[in-house]
Each structure stands twice: as structure tokens, then as C-alpha cells.
């Protein structure tokens, strides 16, 4: 992507983003306002159910306590004290009562809890009544929801106790209530767009026609089930909004107030629905408008950012293409400056690059040059002058044995032979080491399963690890079993491998702990090698995988170079991390793929193959 077009689309997306940013803005606090608004409505709706409820529970108390004053009540109260009173003759005065002070639901119970007559139920005349005896004083209790159970069913009621107290100690009881339905909200003012339910829980499960209120069909009342369900296992005070349809316009959010009984069970639930299409519409027109604005402004910020980029970017495009010719060898390469902003300090600064580079870059190869031949020199005299010693040693002392009797002549000849003989042969093996370092072979790539030849590559030096004498090296091995199978050449990994457990056997000559890791890693898999020796420095570190470089006082400095060929030609990388005292850890990250290369299916290699051990094993460093 260009920079053109970087800039182009970063002044699109700032412009995008303030007109994003401001329309979330409006939008969020015009919900909120709308919020607090329908929250101080609902508020202010019931407040007004709760004044007509406890004006309601009011006037009920009153015209009880008139039923209960009566001298008709008193004359009952008085005869049914007596001894062997007849309390049949008294089992039709609560209809009298309740059309005379306009009540749905009367009765009237005895001081021993016996009830004497019900409007509501008539069979249940004879039964007691405890939960009246069980208060000592009903005339100052407020009225409450109760569930009456009427001869075809029950219904909901707002009900009142008072008594007659005439005749000491034997009180006559008067239950008087209003039937709660639809019209016990008529008298509640509802704002536009507002409106006012109640169910009456007299069901354990959910039954639809409970819910009452006007402007509500079969279909809707089903929606409330799982309101309701939830309120019966916990009755409190929560706010849910329904969708009635796809459109959100239609939607409307419910306040549901539980309403308790007496003793705290839930009779009932007061539900105050508020619309939310004024929202929905004001939220569509702000974003209506948001969108003009934004579009607008995008058509506007283009022009701009195409004229402001097309005179930024022209620059920098000439330094870009003078950068490149740089690259390809060009050092004299000059650009135009033009004025004096920070565009043409830049181009002033390249031309004063290029011609320091002109004149540092023949001076620089003559230093790498000599640099590069006397570290192969030194490298070289310091490999071939310890063989060499012990050969001008073993020639002088034949050439004194030249004294000697013939017997012993032949001895010294002999033992001197065989010693030139070793020597030739360490010559020979350092020559082949540095040759098999300059002609590493090409990887031939199959599919390899890394935990195997990691394993085989430590079944190698597992007699040395127990050796009798010797230091214990431990082995941890942490595979990631199965493990994906890559394209890799097993040899040579089986080499880099045998290089780097080399390596660490070499830096714990105390003993330690080997730990090998296995794992898949973003579509590669990586390979851990690590030891618990003295670990290295940052420097040390730095330079670990340079050629020649090592930091043993025998090694060639050709072994962790060869793993890092190695890794470089399966097109992976390489990396280290140690602290001095604790150890050292080698990672690699190896592709399970390599693109553009013919693989061959796996070779299961014989097993008297995977014990050889490889030549460049012995590289270390």
C-alpha cells in the first residue's frame, strides 16, 4: 500500500471516526435523557397505583369498621356469646352487609374462629378460621392482597379485618374486600405512550388470562410467561423490554412490581409498560443525519487528502526511487532538494549520505578483506600448530635414534610411526572439517517426524550421559506427542541436532540437566535445547553462531554454525537466550511446509542407520 494512499485513508478513517465518534455522543445521551425521562414516568406511575392502593385499603377499612359498629353487628356479637347460641340463624347477614356498604367479598367469624357467613363461599360456612384469631388487634392493620377462594374458583381481593368487641373477650370478627381486576386501574392517569397491567398469582404456573389490563391480546400475554416465571422464584423489582415485533419501534420495556400478601407471598405483580418508538424514531433520525454529515465530509476530506497527499508523497517518492538505485550499486546516485522544510533537509542528508558511502565503501571491502583472511589465518595456524608440535617432537627423536642399536632403533622407529600416523590423521580431520563446512550438501526434503530424529540424535551420547566416572546428565525430554510431521532432510537435521546436544554435554562438565522441548508453534513447529551449565554473556551470545568463533579452548567454532546452515536452508530460524549461572536455552522454529519444493514421501530410516553417528557431529564448538 502506498503512502498516498496511507494518507488517504487516514484522513478518510479520522474524519469517519469524529463523525462516528459525535453521532455515539448524541445518541448515547439522548437515550439516556429518554432513560430518565420514561424512568421518572414510571416512578410517577407508581407512586399514583401505590396512593390509589393505600386509598383503596382506606376507604375499604372504613366501611368494614361501619359493618363491624352496626348495632346489627353488636345484637350478633351479644347472642352469639351466649351459651348454646345458634349461629345458623346469622348465615345470610354478610349479603346484607356487603350489597348495604357496596362490597364484593364479606365474612363474618366468631370469636373462636368458626366462620358464620361468606358472601364468596357459602360452603365453606362451619370451618375455621385461624389466621383471624391469630391476631390480637385487626383494627389498626392496613388492608392487604388475598387470595379468596370462591365456590367456581379463586379470585384476588384487597381485603380489611375489623372487630366487634361488644362483648369482652369474645370478639366478632368482620372480613370485608373489593375484588381486584381491570377495573381497579381505571382510576390510574397514564402518560402517552404508557400503560398499566396486572397479573394475579393465584396459579403456581403462568396462566394468561390472570393478566389483566386493556389493549392487550392472547398472543401478548404469552410473551409475559417467562417475566412472571421468574418473578414467582424471585419476587423483586426488575425491568425488561419485550420485542413484539422485528421492527424496534414496537418494542416496549415493562417495569414489573411485585405485589405480597399478607405474609410476604406474591399475589400479584403490577406491570408499567412504556413504548420506546419515540426513541427508536429520534435514534433513526440522528443517525440519518450523521450519515448526511459523515458523507458529506468523507467527499470533501477525499479532495483534500488527494491534493495534500500528491504534494507529500511526490518527494518522497523520488527519495524512494533513489534509495533504490542506491541498493543496486549505485553510490553517486544525487536527488533534487527542493526548499528548505523537512522534505528537502531529507533530501540533502541522502546526497551527503551517498557520497560518505561513495567513499567509505572501497576503504570498507579492503578491511573486510583482510579482516576475513586473517581470522581464516589465525583460525587455520591455531588448528594445524597442535599436530604439528608433537610431529617435529617425534622427528628429532628419530633422528637420535639413529644412535641406538638396531633392537632399540626399531622400537623408537616404531612408536614414532604411529604417533605421525595419529598426527596425520588429526590433520587430516581438521582439513575435512573446514571442507565439509564450505560444501554443506543441499537439503533433500521429505516428510520427517522431528521427535524421532531428536530422539535418535540424543540416543547417541546416552552412554556418556551415565558413564562410569563421570558427571550424571540428566535427560528431560517434553514432546508435544502427536507432533505434525514436516518437510525437512533428516540427515541434516539429525546433525544440528547431534551439534547441539553436543554442545550442551560440553557446557556442563559438572553435570546438569538436558531438557529437550517439542511443540507446535503458528503453523511451525519449534524445537527447545537446553542446559543448565554456566550460560554465556550478551557478547558471547552475539557472536555464538559466527564462523570460527567459540568459546571452548578445543573447539573449532564450526559447530553452531553448521546448525544455523542448517536451519537457514529448511528456511527456519535460530535463537539463543542464556544467563550466566543458570544456563542456556536454543530454540528453532522450523516450517512444516517449504514452498515451491518437490517432497518425497517419509523414509523410515534402518535402524542400524540411526546409531551412525555423522561427521559433522564432531564439529564442536
Excluded at 195 to 218: C, E, H
Excluded at 222 to 250: G, M, N, S, Y
Excluded at 298 to 325: C, D, H, N, Q, Y
Aim: aromatic share 8%; hydrophobic share 40%.
Amino acid at each position: 500500500m502506498s503512502f498516498r494512499t496511507k494518507l488517504l485513508l487516514v484522513v478518510l478513517l479520522t474524519i469517519f471516526a469524529s463523525v462516528s465518534v459525535v453521532a455515539y455522543a448524541v445518541t448515547y445521551y439522548t437515550r439516556s435523557a429518554f432513560e430518565e425521562m420514561d424512568s421518572q414516568r414510571t416512578e410517577a406511575l407508581v407512586a399514583q397505583f401505590k396512593k390509589e392502593f393505600t386509598q383503596s385499603g382506606s376507604e375499604l377499612a372504613h366501611q368494614v369498621k361501619n359493618i363491624a359498629d352496626a348495632g346489627v353487628t353488636d345484637r350478633m356479637a351479644i347472642d352469639l356469646s351466649h351459651p348454646n347460641a345458634d349461629a345458623s340463624l346469622y348465615v345470610h347477614d354478610a349479603f346484607g352487609a356487603a350489597q348495604e356498604h357496596g362490597l364484593n367479598y364479606v365474612e363474618m367469624v366468631n370469636s373462636d374462629g368458626i366462620l358464620i357467613s361468606s358472601v364468596q363461599n357459602p360452603a365453606r360456612v362451619g370451618s375455621k378460621l385461624d389466621w383471624v384469631t391469630a391476631v390480637k388487634n385487626w383494627n389498626d392493620t392496613d388492608a392487604f392482597l388475598k387470595k379468596e377462594e370462591l365456590s367456581d374458583g379463586v379470585a384476588l381481593s384487597l381485603t380489611v379485618v375489623r372487630t366487634n368487641d361488644t362483648v369482652a373477650n369474645k370478639s366478632l370478627y368482620i372480613i370485608g374486600g373489593q375484588h381486584v381486576d381491570q377495573n381497579f386501574l381505571a382510576s390510574l392517569v397514564l402518560p402517552a405512550g404508557m400503560r398499566a397491567l396486572i397479573y394475579t398469582n393465584l396459579d403456581p404456573g403462568f396462566v394468561a388470562a390472570s393478566l389483566l389490563g386493556d389493549k392487550i391480546d392472547a398472543d401478548q400475554k404469552e410473551r409475559f410467561a417467562p417475566l412472571v416465571e421468574q418473578l414467582q422464584k424471585q419476587p423483586q423489582p426488575l425491568v425488561r423490554t419485550i420485542e413484539w415485533t422485528r421492527d424496534p419501534a414496537d418494542a416496549e420495556a415493562f417495569h414489573a412490581i411485585p405485589l405480597p400478601g399478607r405474609n410476604n407471598e406474591l399475589l400479584g405483580i403490577f406491570f408499567v409498560g412504556s413504548s420506546r418508538r419515540e426513541l427508536v424514531q429520534l435514534t433513526r433520525e440522528i443517525l440519518k443525519s450523521a450519515g448526511a454529515v459523515a458523507a458529506a465530509a468523507l467527499f470533501i476530506g477525499m479532495l483534500v487528502s488527494f491534493w495534500i497527499s500528491a504534494r507529500i508523497t511526490k518527494p518522497v517518492e523520488e527519495l524512494a526511487e533513489g534509495a533504490r538505485e542506491v541498493a543496486t550499486g549505485r553510490w553517486d546516485t544525487r536527488i533534487e532538494a527542493r526548499g528548505s522544510d523537512e522534505i528537502g533537509q531529507l533530501a540533502i542528508a541522502f546526497n551527503d549520505m551517498t557520497r560518505t558511502l561513495a567513499s567509505q565503501k572501497e576503504r570498507l571491502l579492503q578491511t573486510e578483506r583482510v579482516a576475513a583472511w586473517r581470522e581464516l589465518a589465525r583460525r587455520l595456524a591455531h588448528e594445524l600448530r597442535n599436530p604439528l608440535f608433537p610431529m617435529q617432537i617425534t622427528i628429532e627423536n628419530l633422528q637420535k635414534a639413529r644412535r641406538l642399536e638396531a633392537r632399540h632403533f626399531l622400537e623408537v622407529f616404531n612408536e614414532s610411526t604411529a604417533t605421525l600416523k595419529a598426527e596425520l590423521a588429526n590433520l587430516n580431520n581438521i582439513v575435512s572439517r573446514f571442507s565439509d563446512f564450505s560444501k554443506m550438501p543441499a537439503p533433500k526434503f521429505v516428510r520427517v517426524n522431528v521427535n524421532e530424529v531428536l530422539r535418535n540424535a540424543v540416543r547417541l551420547f546416552e552412554p556418556q550421559f551415565n558413564a562410569v566416572g563421570k558427571p550424571t546428565i540428566t535427560q528431560e525430554p517434553f514432546f508435544t506427542d502427536p507432533l505434525p510431521e514436516i518437510d525437512a532432510d533428516a540427515d541434516l537435521l539429525h546433525r544440528a541436532f547431534q551439534n547441539l546436544v553436543l554442545n550442551a554435554m560440553d557446557a556442563m562438565p559438572s553435570g546438569g540437566t538436558l531438557t529437550m522441548r517439542s511443540s507446535e508453534n503458528n503453523g511451525n513447529v519449534r524445537i527447545e535445547v537446553a542446559d543448565t551449565g554456566k550460560g554465556l554473556t550478551p557478547e558471547e551470545c552475539s557472536r555464538l553462531f559466527t564462523p570460527y568463533y567459540t568459546t571452548k579452548q578445543m573447539g573449532t567454532g564450526l559447530g553452531l554454525a553448521i546448525v544455523q546452515s542448517v536451519v537457514s536452508d529448511h528456511h527456519g530460524t535460530i535463537s539463543v537466550n542464556s544467563e550466566e549461572g543458570r544456563g542456556t536455552t536454543f530454540r528453532i522454529e522450523l516450517p512444516q511446509r517449504q514452498a515451491g519444493q518437490k517432497v518425497k514421501p517419509r523414509e523410515q530410516a534402518p535402524e542400524s542407520q540411526k546409531d551412525m553417528p555423522s561427521p559433522l557431529a564432531a564439529a564442536s564448538d
